[in-house]
């Protein structure tokens, strides 16, 4: 009798001791259900919001003010047993505030690196965008090499690592674009939307009276979480998807509308995504359909159109995912064959 692939996985699991694949996928959903169980209405941001976690990337939350962004990340920093630190951005926020300061130790004769609230699992930047280009560019180092180098000594930071950034809309007073070298360090930006009516309602209702954040706490552990993560980076994804992936991304820099296409550390994270997605929806490889869905947040921050192609529509964001969906649309989808 041939074993099931579950089986196989269950086998692994026990032998080497980590999680196996429907531990790790039921983690998974009993983190998004933790989530959901505040902020409402929103489970599509709330998986992406997982699935840049369970991925190793960053996460980057762009909407108009007051519509749940910090909600969100503080109720997923909440659902998982990670240290979280909290950093709002403002004008006159250096880049010290953000990685830390050498401080002289009177007692001791000598000066010791005081850490600053970069050094967490889970650091959630509030209106990254008010602060000046020069405490932005202070992420860049630790976003990318999971390290800071502070008066010429590097510290490494936790595992797993990521920054989840809010940011308003550019036209919003008081805001400064970030770079594009900035954003490629994110593996992906989302939007939340207004809720639906019935979301406001509940809404509404909940806060009346009580924090709905009161009422929740961990559901996993860092040591937990830190796991779900090796099973989603040993997941497997065939040839034909990883060739489907580059396809994609090289299909924006040879576009006559788009004058930066998607790097190729957009096209690794689209890759590492897909996994991250694939675990949270009960996959044990990844499918075509997982990138397609991943292609917009993924990718569409990260291109820049061309002066020409924008004239016709005022709307940056809107022209770049419709021509990411025209993209996907006339790239050939593979056939996938899972790992026996």
Not at 13 to 42: C, M, P, Y
Not at 188 to 214: F, H, K, W
């Given at each position: ?145 999971r390290?800071?180098t ?6 490494p ?28 360090r ?45 099973t ?17 991304a ?7 509308d ?47 159109a ?19 969906d ?15």
């Amino acid at each position: 009798m041939t074993d099931t692939t579950a089986q196989r996985s269950d086998r692994r699991g026990e032998e080497s001791g980590d999680l196996t694949f429907d531990e790790a996928h039921d983690l998974t959903r009993r983190i998004i259900a933790n989530v959901e169980s505040v902020i409402s209405g929103k489970t599509d941001a709330v998986r992406m919001a997982l699935t840049v976690v369970l991925a190793g990337g960053h996460l980057l939350l762009e909407d108009v003010p007051g519509v749940g962004k910090t909600m969100l990340a503080r109720t997923l920093g909440t659902s998982v047993g990670s240290k979280v630190n909290r950093i709002q951005f403002t004008p006159d926020l250096l880049p010290s505030d953000v990685t830390g300061v050498s401080v002289y130790n009177q007692v001791e004769r000598r000066f010791e690196f005081s850490p600053g609230p970069i050094f967490a699992n889970i650091v959630i930047g509030d209106e990254i965008n008010r602060a000046s280009p020069k405490t932005q560019s202070a992420l860049l180092e630790s976003m990318e090499e999971r390290q800071v180098t502070v008066d010429g000594t590097t510290y490494p930071l936790a595992r797993p690592f990521t920054v989840v950034a809010t940011q308003n809309p550019i036209e919003m007073e008081g805001t400064y674009a970030l770079p594009e070298a900035q954003r490629d360090r994110f593996m992906a930006r989302i939007s939340m939307g207004y809720p639906s009516a019935d979301a406001e309602v509940a809404i509404l209702t909940r806060r009346e009276t009580s924090n709905p954040l009161d009422a929740i706490g961990p559901v996993v552990t860092n040591d937990q979480l830190v796991r779900v993560i090796e099973t989603v980076t040993a997941t497997y994804v065939s040839p034909a998807v990883t060739h489907y992936a580059v396809a994609l991304a090289r299909a924006t820099r040879a576009h006559p509308d788009l004058r930066l296409g998607a790097s190729p550390r957009s096209t690794l994270q689209l890759v590492r995504a897909a996994r991250a997605l694939a675990v949270i929806e009960g996959y044990e490889f990844v499918l075509p359909d997982h990138v397609d869905r991943l292609v917009v947040p993924v990718l569409g921050h990260r291109l820049v159109a061309t002066n020409k192609a924008l004239g016709h529509t005022g709307d940056s964001d809107a022209f770049l995912s419709a021509l990411l969906d025209d993209i996907v649309a006339a790239t050939p989808v593979p056939s996938v064959v899972p790992r026996t």
